[in-house]
Structures are given as C-alpha cells and as structure tokens.
Nanobody, 124 residues
Framework: QVQLVESGGGLVQAGGSLRLSCAVS????????MGWFRQVPGKEREFVAA????????NYSDSVKGRFTVSRDNAKNTVYLQMDSLKPEDTAVYYC?????????????????WGQGTQVTVSL
C-alpha cells in the first residue's frame, strides 16, 4: 500500500521561504506523476503544482508560478516543493499526491494516494 509523508511545513514571515518534502513508499515512485495541492478551511482543495514521472514536464497554478518550484528525486522516492516569496494568502494545509499515471494533471480525481498534509502559515 502506497504511503506519502509530508514534512517541512511551519510558520514563516511574508517574503520568506519553506521547502516541503514528500517521501513515498509502497509503489514504484519513478512510474507516476506527483502533485501538490493545498486547502484552507471552508474551501475546496486546489491545485498547486505537478511534475511528471521523469521530471521533465511541470505545471503550476497561476497563483504560485514564478515563486514555487516543484522537483523530484526518483532515487530517494521524494518530491519537493520549494516555496519562495511567500504571501499570507499561501497559508493552507499542503498535500502531496500520487497520480494514477505518469502524466501530470490538475484534477484531484487523477490522484489516488494522498499524504496527511502539512500546515504552512505565512504571517505579515
């Protein structure tokens, strides 16, 4: 059974940086795409970034493009989300997710395994 464990969340001031990690076990990591999503209370979970199985195709939401960088290390079964120039509106619980295929997607239904989430709080 696949397991995803996020780490790296925390409290940071606006303009600061955080790096999230997601360690994956129980599946051949290099064969499927990975995504990052976030959710605030009372709102739907939203797409943040996705990376293809080989890392060659990447997609970002407009709200984080130019500030966040997604990457993966297939040798370590880990995907990362480097978050720079953080804003208060980036405050959310961040989730990593494993896709059903090697192709990236923005759709929640295209992901079949999720981590427990890690809180990111950006203060003024």
């Amino acid at each position: 059974q696949v397991q995803l464990v996020e780490s790296g969340g925390g409290l940071v001031q606006a303009g600061g940086s955080l790096r999230l990690s997601c360690a994956v076990s129980g599946r051949t990591f290099s064969t499927y795409a990975m995504g990052w999503f976030r959710q605030v209370p009372g709102k739907e979970r939203e797409f943040v970034a996705a990376i293809s199985s080989g890392g060659g195709i990447i997609n970002y939401s407009d709200s984080v493009k130019g500030r966040f960088t997604v990457s993966r290390d297939n040798a370590k079964n880990t995907v990362y989300l480097q978050m720079d120039s953080l804003k208060p509106e980036d405050t959310a619980v961040y989730y990593c997710a494993a896709a059903r295929t090697s192709n990236i997607s923005r759709r929640l239904n295209d992901y079949d395994a999720w981590g427990q989430g890690t809180q990111v709080t950006v203060s003024l």
